[in-house]
């Protein structure tokens, strides 16, 4: 049993307490409050004078895909760039446990994170949510946390429209996404007829087999869009096949704050420490988080959208605080909220009973770039310890 005394706690969902223990036990959070017990074998953490957080999640990143340092130059694991259609393919293959990301982001405060396949098709396979520990991808892969990528605008644009293929324009990107999912849908209308009648069964297909889940609504879609008239594609394709969706990136949903808040949408805001390489981003403003938070029916995340600079999320935010995001919604931007969208958020997020024990203790404002993270807790072990 371990036990964080003397701490500001923010559990997030619930209470936050200038001084309160948070006791752990099997690797799980048995106990949050000021006035907790704690027992005279319990291995006691004096976190007094700091800040005590659930671990931190970026729910957008490539850690483990990608890869750092790269390998082969211009060449990562992060797209399969063979076409534009590759729902079969999964992220988990290309995790890579000794990525030179999996430190530096740890120690910054980050327990859990979601890593995605790339931009670069207009569907790119699962995505897959990991625990910055373990010694294989297995031992760090949250089962049954996959989600599928699809990218609007720019990216694939450029990546077929350059080999003369579809897509070579926004209305290909759509169009070919439409057309597979209607594929997609028939294949899984055709599977559930065979229930019945295996007489039906279709000839398997294990590009469409993978979109099943999708077209029935069991499996989340991660939608890459940065413009505003891409975002407004993807919610209306999302709708036209009752997708369940996240907006990732939502750049211009300033934009369109109000129509945004009228759906409900889920988005991942991010990343903002990157050059302005592409026209879709031209409008990226530090305001957007704030904006969007203001809307009482969207949900933001907060996102690096890359490998080691998660790391430096944090600081980031502060930029955002200053500019208009209360403190209360950043913290959930990297903690339930993200959880919310991973669909982990009965696990992971915040501080409760009965959760994952990954904590973080900060020795300032987490979002103060004069600040540390002096601990680091996931599933109950620590990992970093300079208190």
Not at 40 to 64: F, N, R, Y
Not at 109 to 118: E, H, K, L, R
Request: include cysteine; aromatic fraction near 6%; hydrophobic fraction near 35%.
């Amino acid at each position: 049993m371990k036990a964080i005394i003397n701490g500001k706690v923010i559990t997030v969902t619930g209470q936050t307490y200038d001084k309160a223990t948070v006791l752990i036990e099997n690797g799980k959070i048995k106990a949050v409050g000021p006035d907790i017990p704690v027992p005279q074998d319990a291995e006691v953490i004096d976190a007094t004078g700091c800040w005590v957080t659930p671990g931190l999640i970026d729910c957008h990143t490539h850690i483990c895909n990608f890869s750092e340092p790269g390998t082969m130059p211009g060449l990562s694991d992060g797209n399969e760039m063979s076409g534009p259609i590759q729902a079969q393919i999964r992220a988990l293959d290309a995790v890579y446990p000794d990525d030179y990301a999996i430190v530096p982001v740890r120690e910054a405060g980050f327990t859990t994170v979601y890593s995605t396949p790339g931009s670069g098709n207009v569907i790119g396979g699962t995505g897959i949510s990991i625990k910055l520990r373990g010694h294989t991808a297995r031992e760090m892969a949250i089962a049954g946390s996959e989600q599928m990528k699809f990218a609007f605008g720019e990216n694939p644009k450029r990546n077929y429209g350059n080999r003369k293929q579809m897509p070579m324009t926004r209305m290909g990107i759509a169009g070919i996404l439409r057309e597979t999912l209607f594929e997609a849908k028939n294949y899984s209308d055709a599977l559930k007829a065979a229930e019945t009648d295996p007489s039906k069964a279709p000839k398997p297909d294990f590009k469409l087999n993978a979109l099943v889940p999708v077209v029935r609504g069991e499996m989340r879609c991660r939608m890459h869009a940065h413009r505003s008239d891409d975002i407004l594609t993807a919610i209306s394709i999302a709708e036209e096949f009752g997708l369940d969706y996240v907006i990732e990136h939502c750049t211009e949903g300033f934009k369109i704050k109000d129509f945004l808040n009228e759906k409900h949408v889920k988005c991942v805001v991010g990343p903002h420490l990157t050059s302005p390489s592409k026209l879709e981003i031209h409008n990226r403003t530090m305001d957007n988080p704030g904006i969007l938070s203001k809307e009482p029916n969207i949900t933001v995340c907060l996102t690096a959208d890359t490998g080691s600079q998660t790391s430096v999320l944090p600081m980031t935010i502060g930029f955002f605080i200053r500019r208009g995001l209360s403190f209360e919604d950043a913290i959930k931007g990297v903690t339930i909220n993200a959880a919310k969208v991973l669909q982990l958020e009965d696990r992971i997020g915040s501080l409760e009973p009965g959760k994952d024990a990954d904590v973080a203790v900060f020795d300032g404002n987490p979002f103060d770039s004069m600040s540390l993270c002096r601990l680091v807790m996931i599933d109950g072990e620590v990992y970093k310890n300079t208190l």
